[in-house]
């Protein structure tokens, strides 16, 4: 036993390689999937790092084209779920009325042309992460603040509870005035 816990990492090895690692970063522009050295990206950098050892959902606010998918990418790739898939979904190209069949899944029978069952992105998904873009219809939010809280979900025609591990990565355009700093 003892010779195990010998080989484990210390708290200080890990936060001295996680030093190294971040003056890496510093010297080459690159962190994960993004590149960028300006003291803005660095603070970026730090944001991620703190966020993408945990297993908070995140939400990432910035105008369009600021490279929230890439950051996205970048928490995955960092995270403990970097072994599992991030499924990437835009919900402005899903069709309001398909949207919770897609998100949940479905049963057979469920409606006309649902010949076969659907396991949705939440299922799909789990034990990874899961990165939507663009809002989501209201009537549909309810449904995500509950698998978000409790990890409990149903498909569309069933009254059976599904379980299920993810990560949620959000996105929203602009500033948001409830964004609060990373603790350190």
């Not at 003291?39 to 910035?62: E, K, N, P």
């Not at 409790?150 to 005035?177: H, K, N």
């Amino acid at each position: 036993m003892t010779a195990i816990l010998d080989r484990l990492p210390r708290t200080g090895d890990l936060k001295a390689e996680f030093g190294a690692l971040r003056g890496e970063v510093r010297r080459t522009g690159r962190f994960g999937s993004m590149v960028g050295s300006s003291q803005a990206m660095q603070a970026v950098y730090d944001q991620i790092s703190r966020v993408a050892t945990t297993a908070l959902s995140v939400m990432l606010v910035g105008k369009s084209g600021t490279g929230k998918e890439v950051a996205a990418q970048t928490i995955h790739q960092m995270s403990a779920r970097h072994k599992r898939k991030l499924i990437a979904l835009n919900c402005g190209a899903i069709s309001p009325k398909l949207i919770e069949s897609k998100m949940f899944g479905h049963e057979r029978g469920t409606f006309t042309g649902a010949d076969r069952q659907h396991i949705g992105y939440f299922e799909r998904a789990n034990g990874g992460t899961l990165f939507f873009w663009t809002r989501s219809p209201v009537e549909l939010q309810v449904k995500l603040l509950r698998v978000l809280e409790t990890g409990l979900f149903m498909r569309v025609g069933t009254a059976r509870e599904i379980v299920t591990d993810v990560r949620v990565i959000v996105t929203r355009c602009g500033r948001s005035p409830c964004m609060r700093r990373c603790p350190s």
